[in-house]
């Protein structure tokens, strides 16, 4: 499995791009100086992916605005992706990178390919911007992630970036205490951080 604090492997693939209505080559490398969410999903026309990549979607400018690119990634085609984007009432929003990986290559590259079904499994990856990976989810494919929960962890990932002596505890959002993780409160962290806080 690709390791958290461990810079994530380039690739490049065909991707559509909705608003545009056209298709072009991508690579991760592109993307360096922003935070980046990677987020694998089985397959377009099926039931789990639509509610996952419309939540993504409705979440897309508050994502925008925190300085954060998604890609959404399958073992489909651009093509698919098109009519999937053209007939789909969930996913008409969607307005960034629809990722295409027909051989699976990108999908092997970040361990999430099943190769019994050919199509990947749910893996969200949260990559800082010098290309950093920071957080992976990975689900089984008949349950759907969290978008709030990323944002959540993309808001405490970005924190601690600009405050790298402190940490982020439990639960932390946005004027939440974080803490300096010292000796002196090793073994007494609750001098310094109650639950709930």
Known sequence: MLMVGKEVPDFETEAFFPEEGTSDKIKL??????????????????????????????????????????????????????????????????????GADPTGKVSKLYEVYDEESGTAVRGRFIIDPDGILRGVEVLYPNVGRNVKELIRQIKAFQYVREHPDQVAPAGWEPGKKTFKPEMKIAGKVYTVWKPGE
């Open 29 to 98: 490398s592109d993307y360096r100086g922003k935070w980046v969410v990677l987020c694998f999903y089985p397959a377009d026309f099926t039931f789990v992916c639509p509610t996952e990549i419309n939540a993504m979607a409705r979440a897309y400018d508050e994502l925008k605005k925190m300085g954060v690119e998604v890609i959404s990634m399958s073992t489909d085609t651009v093509f698919s992706h098109k009519v999937w984007h053209e007939t789909s009432e969930l996913i008409k929003p969607v307005k960034f990178a629809m």
